[in-house]
T-cell receptor
Framework: EAGVTQFPSHSVIEKGQTVTLRCDPI?????LYWYRRVMGKEIKFLLH????????ESGMPNNRFLAERTGGTYSTLKVQPAELEDSGVYFC????????????FGNGTRLTVT | GDSVTQMEGPVTLSEEAFLTINCTYT??????LFWYVQYPGEGLQLLLK?????DKGSNKGFEATYRKETTSFHLEKGSVQVSDSAVYFC???????????FGRGTSLIVHP
């Protein structure tokens, strides 16, 4: 099966600009997660979709971040306007149903805000 | 809230050395515990898991035992290879949502 794909792999933008990250989960995986890792720190949870519904968005840092999941398939994460502290690696992961289902991660998008 | 604490890296070893990466956790209830590995240029992938106390997860020569009494899940391998060089993340899932919580990762560098 095809894995989780993320686009772009790298993005360099200036403070105040807008960036949209995309994630295509594994087909059939209802659960989709966004995480972020800032340099050398823990991978922090941002939000969780079940199909097209936001199940938990408690990790979203502020209202500059907007996530959507169209029709329960791919997801986008938009940052508008970007700030310097938004720099990091954004990971998307998907999983099947079940509390012990492992997460399948994409390769991540490295975002640099200058 | 739930949290995972990993030893600081990088861990630098020679090939065939014994590896231990420490992981301790704080969680409500009875979490499931995981080790994920991220090879250079790739996404994280599940290495092993344990879902209840005293379970031992194992894969690719790596092992970790779920120790409830010490709230630990240390990763071990008897003889590391250069190809094991990667970042290792300890994680848990617990509570009503079971959304995995990750540690900060430990970089392992293995020299020939």
């Amino acid at each position: 099966e095809a894995g989780v794909t993320q686009f772009p792999s790298h993005s360099v933008i200036e403070k105040g600009q807008t960036v949209t990250l995309r994630c295509d989960p594994i087909s059939g995986h209802d659960n989709l997660y966004w995480y972020r890792r800032v340099m050398g720190k823990e991978i922090k949870f941002l939000l969780h979709f079940v199909k097209e519904s936001k199940q938990d968005e408690s990790g979203m840092p502020n209202n500059r971040f907007l996530a959507e999941r169209t029709g329960g398939t791919y997801s986008t994460l938009k940052v508008q306007p970007a700030e310097l502290e938004d720099s990091g690696v954004y990971f998307c992961a998907s999983s099947r149903e079940g509390i012990n289902s492992p997460l399948h991660f994409g390769n991540g998008t490295r975002l640099t805000v200058t | 809230g739930d949290s995972v604490t990993q030893m600081e890296g990088p861990v630098t070893l020679s090939e065939e050395a014994f590896l231990t990466i420490n992981c301790t956790y704080t969680a409500t209830g009875y979490p499931s515990l995981f080790w994920y590995v991220q090879y250079p240029g790739e996404g994280l992938q599940l290495l092993l898991k344990a879902t209840k106390a005293d379970d031992k997860g194992s894969n690719k020569g790596f092992e970790a035992t779920y120790r409830k009494e010490t709230t630990s899940f240390h990763l071990e391998k008897g003889s590391v290879q250069v190809s094991d060089s990667a970042v290792y993340f300890c994680a848990l899932s617990a509570g009503g949502s079971y959304i995995p919580t990750f540690g900060r990762g430990t970089s392992l560098i293995v020299h020939p």
